[in-house]
C-alpha cells in the first residue's frame, strides 16, 4: 500500500463519518502515507466554505479540517454530487478540488496500490 483514499458520503454534522474520515488522512499525512479524500453524495457539504456549525449547532467546524490536509493530501470533490445539490466550484473551500466523474474514473484507475477506504 503506497497511500489511502477515505471516501465520505455523508453529511459531516449529525454523523462521525466527515470528522472521522479528515482524522484518519491527516494522521497518514503526519506518518508520511499520502492521504487523499473523495468527498461525494452528502460529503460535500464538507467542503463548503463558511461553515458556522459551532454557533448554529454546537459542533466544530469541518471545514478547518480541510485545510489540514493540504498541501500534502488533496480534498476532492465529486462535481455531479455538488452540482446536483446546488451549490458551485465557487462555493467550495480554497484547499479543495472540484473532479469531475472522467477525472474521478482516471484518478481511481491510476492508483494500484491505494487502500480505498469508505467511510
Known amino acids: 500500500m503506497d497511500s489511502v483514499l ?6 459531516p454534522y449529525g454523523w ?30 464538507a467542503a463548503l466554505e463558511g461553515q458556522d456549525s459551532e454557533s448554529n449547532i454546537g459542533f466544530p467546524s ?8 493540504f498541501p500534502e493530501g488533496n480534498v476532492m470533490v465529486h462535481g455531479p454530487s455538488l452540482e446536483s445539490r446546488g451549490f458551485t466550484e465557487q462555493d467550495l473551500v480554497e484547499s479543495a478540488d472540484l ?21
Open 62 to 69: 469541518v471545514e478547518e479540517l480541510t485545510y489540514l490536509i
Open 16 to 45: 462521525e463519518d466527515a470528522f472521522s474520515g479528515f482524522y484518519v488522512a491527516i494522521a497518514c499525512l503526519n506518518i508520511g502515507l499520502p492521504g487523499d479524500v473523495l468527498l461525494t453524495g452528502d460529503g460535500v457539504y
Open 99 to 119: 473532479i469531475s466523474e472522467e477525472e474521478l474514473y482516471e484518478f481511481l484507475t491510476s492508483r494500484h496500490k491505494t487502500a480505498f477506504i469508505r467511510i
Open 6 to 11: 477515505l471516501i465520505i458520503d455523508k453529511a
